[in-house]
């Protein structure tokens, strides 16, 4: 990089860390959540009358009716539900403000399932290095599929070969994966089925074999990376499954068998419920007839396999599978109603977008719970989503990595009261 272009850079990230500046930090950084109701998705029920304290981006203390340290900056909750941030672990994001969107949402995870230009990797970066206040992002990179998208030869002119040709066989799905692995991605993303989103394609179309799909996942292992594959029909799902990928995402015509599998060698399923119904809208991620048809019968479908897959004891992970642009009306909230409709205890809701998406995207041991020692990703509520799991579409505080960056406890009817009594 040159002089002038580093200093360039430099005022970007400035510019940036600004407009995301946090606020309600006392001078030692602590913060101190007191008389909060604490659900930690790993035990049963909450603890009443608690007080958290949040240091340098770590959970330090959870004690009931613990003292605040003195130095610390008070939130009062005032009985209100203290909840962990929610993982999404199936986005879309590709800039900041769409990012920024998401975190309002309550989303401080967030897994890349793949974009355009590694920009999800370079997203990762920025909120890694506290240039930007985003979700922790990990990253996929581009989809592998037998045709990947044009900007990935545009970044890896290695692969010129393969613009004009179908990506067959382990040697050449070997080669792909590795101008992503090489690139540091934490996750490789195949399509194992044709994509349900688009007018002109059939979501049941198998891309893969099992033969393909295990080379693919051996290259990864040998990374450290795990797979997870987009499949809908049931053909392409059994063959990831059978191929050894960490998760299916969708699997919306699965058959039992293939669900049975799945308990056996402990795939997770991303059904991303709420995303099917956004096709069957006018708005939205989409807007097309062709797609309102054909999401009315996979809604049905999908359903129904989330709903068995659960009932069989396959572990369920909650996802939108938007990337939270201004179009978007999904939000982590739709997808943990589904989960609930389709029969998932309220806590076993939370425990998918909380505790099993932390182990599915391998941060179990610091994301996803009320802990010390864990990151301070968290969420305060006003109604309990153990009776209401639709209080999440209506988050009061976000902290994300100790930094608060929604603090909606500021209306209070006390500051009105205040100024009502001035003579
Ligand atoms: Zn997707």
């Known amino acids: 990089m040159t002089a002038r272009k580093f200093v360039i850079f430099?005022?970007?990230?400035?510019?940036?860390?600004?407009?995301?500046?946090?606020?309600?930090?006392?001078?030692?950084?602590?913060?101190?959540?007191?008389?909060?109701?604490?659900?930690d998705p790993s035990s049963e029920g909450t603890i009443d009358n608690a007080t958290v304290v949040v240091r340098h981006g770590e959970i330090v203390s959870v004690e009931i009716g613990g003292k605040a340290p003195d130095d610390a900056h008070i939130m009062d909750l005032d009985g209100r539900f203290l909840v962990p941030g929610l993982i999404d672990a199936h986005v879309h994001i590709s800039n900041?403000?769409?990012?920024?969107?998401?975190?309002?949402?309550?989303?401080?995870?967030?897994?890349?399932?793949?974009?355009?230009?590694?920009?999800?990797?370079?997203?990762?970066?920025?909120?890694?290095?506290?240039?930007?206040?985003?979700p922790e992002l990990l990253a996929a990179g581009y989809h592998v599929r037998p045709r990947p998208a044009e900007g990935l030869f545009l970044d890896e002119p290695g692969l010129a070969d393969l613009l004009e040709t179908d990506i067959r066989g382990p040697t050449?799905?070997?080669?792909?994966?590795?101008?992503?692995l090489d690139r540091n991605v934490d996750f490789i993303k195949v399509n194992a089925t044709e994509r349900a989103g688009l007018p002109e394609t059939d979501p049941r179309k198998p891309f893969f074999t099992e033969i393909e799909l295990a080379a693919l996942v051996d290259e990864a292992g040998s990374y450290g990376v795990p797979v997870a594959a987009h499949a809908h029909g049931d053909v392409?799902?059994?063959?990831?499954?059978?191929?050894?990928?960490?998760?299916?995402?969708?699997?919306?015509?699965?058959?039992?068998?293939?669900?049975r599998l799945m308990l056996e060698q402990h795939t997770y399923l991303v059904p991303t419920i709420a995303v099917v119904s956004d096709l069957t809208l006018p708005g939205g991620d989409?807007?097309?007839?062709?797609?309102?048809?054909?999401?009315?019968?996979?809604?049905?479908?999908?359903?129904?396999?989330?709903?068995?897959?659960h009932s069989l004891g396959v572990p369920i992970v909650a996802a939108t599978?938007?990337?939270?642009?201004?179009?978007?009306?999904?939000?982590?909230?739709?997808?943990?109603?589904?989960?609930?409709?389709?029969?998932?205890?309220?806590?076993?809701?939370?425990?998918?977008?909380?505790?099993?998406?932390?182990?599915?995207?391998?941060?179990?041991?610091?994301?996803?719970?009320?802990?010390?020692?864990?990151?301070?990703?968290?969420?305060?509520?006003?109604?309990s989503p153990l009776n209401d799991i639709g209080s999440y579409q209506d988050v009061?505080?976000?902290?994300?990595?100790?930094?608060?960056?929604?603090?909606?406890?500021?209306?209070?009817?006390?500051?009105?009261?205040?100024e009502e009594r001035v003579p």
């Open 172 to 180: 050449m799905l070997r080669r792909v994966a590795r101008a992503m």
């Open 96 to 134: 900041l403000s769409d990012a920024r969107r998401a975190l309002l949402s309550g989303v401080t995870t967030a897994r890349s399932m793949g974009g355009s230009f590694f920009t999800d990797l370079g997203l990762r970066e920025l909120f890694a290095h506290g240039a930007f206040t985003g």
């Open 236 to 259: 392409g799902g059994r063959a990831a499954v059978m191929a050894g990928v960490k998760s299916i995402e969708h699997g919306t015509y699965l058959r039992e068998e293939t669900l």
């Open 396 to 418: 009061l505080v976000v902290m994300s990595d100790g930094q608060v960056v929604v603090d909606r406890l500021e209306f209070r009817a006390s500051e009105i009261m205040k």
């Open 10 to 39: 430099a005022l970007l990230l400035v510019s940036i860390g600004l407009r995301s500046e946090g606020y309600a930090q006392s001078q030692s950084g602590s913060v101190a959540f007191v008389r909060a109701t604490v659900l």
């Open 321 to 383: 599978d938007t990337g939270y642009g201004p179009e978007s009306v999904l939000r982590m909230s739709h997808e943990l109603i589904e989960l609930v409709d389709i029969g998932l205890s309220e806590l076993d809701a939370i425990r998918a977008a909380t505790t099993v998406a932390a182990e599915l995207l391998g941060v179990a041991g610091r994301i996803g719970r009320i802990n010390p020692g864990f990151e301070a990703d968290l969420l305060v509520l006003e109604r």
């Open 286 to 309: 989409y807007d097309n007839p062709v797609l309102q048809v054909r999401g009315k019968h996979m809604l049905t479908r999908i359903r129904e396999t989330a709903a068995l897959a």
